[in-house]
């Protein structure tokens, strides 16, 4: 099995990097936030996992441990697949997505494509007993000003991805949802 992975980046493909280790070029799909943050021709290094499937061999790579760690949670439930628990991993940091498991939040995790309500269930009723979470419900409140914000968003014309990603930069210290809201706003330049 191939844990980690340290090269240089020779390729950037739709979702995937081609990673250059020892002479042997590694495809390797990784998470949204990683590939934006990895370049053609600098060094790289990630925690891998393969994915063996009965006619392909698959390497998805993380920037960190933690990462690496929720994917494989994610797809030890039946019916998530590897390209499925990159999506969640897409939506946000590891830490909001645990908030939203463990708020039994299913629409933000039915934010992604390809997740519906059924499926977003199954993966909060096993990662919330996995994790630790059972009945107690931690951050529901901060949860769920930070979905309201999103659709906020959303409804100003903005599409998923901008205002997740504008919603990760606005830094934790801004507590309220109409200061959050305005802080994401200012930081969109409106």
Do not use: C
Not at 28 to 53: I, Q
Not at 166 to 172: E, G, T, Y
Request: charged share 25%.
């Amino acid at each position: 099995m191939i844990g980690h992975a340290e090269g240089k980046i020779i390729f950037k493909g739709e979702r995937y990097v081609v990673l250059d280790v020892g002479g042997v070029g590694y495809k390797v799909f990784v998470v949204a936030s990683s590939y934006r943050n990895l370049s053609v021709g600098e060094s790289a290094k990630l925690w891998t996992h393969l994915h063996v499937k009965e006619d392909a061999l698959e390497l998805y790579g993380f920037s960190h441990q933690a990462e690496l760690e929720f994917f494989e949670s994610l797809i030890s439930i039946s019916g998530i697949g590897p390209k499925s628990a990159l999506g969640v991993l897409s939506l946000a940091p590891v830490d909001t997505i645990k908030r939203a498991i463990a708020s039994g939040d299913t629409s933000y995790l039915t934010k992604i494509s390809g997740i519906g309500r059924k499926t977003a269930e199954k993966i909060i009723l096993e990662l919330k007993d996995k994790m630790g979470f059972g009945k107690v419900s931690f951050g529901g409140e901060e949860f769920k000003e930070d979905a309201d914000i999103l659709d906020a968003l959303l409804a100003l014309g903005y599409s998923q991805r901008e205002a997740r990603e504008i919603l990760q930069k606005v830094p934790s210290f801004v507590k309220g949802r109409e200061q959050r809201l305005k802080e994401a706003l200012k930081m969109l330049g409106k």
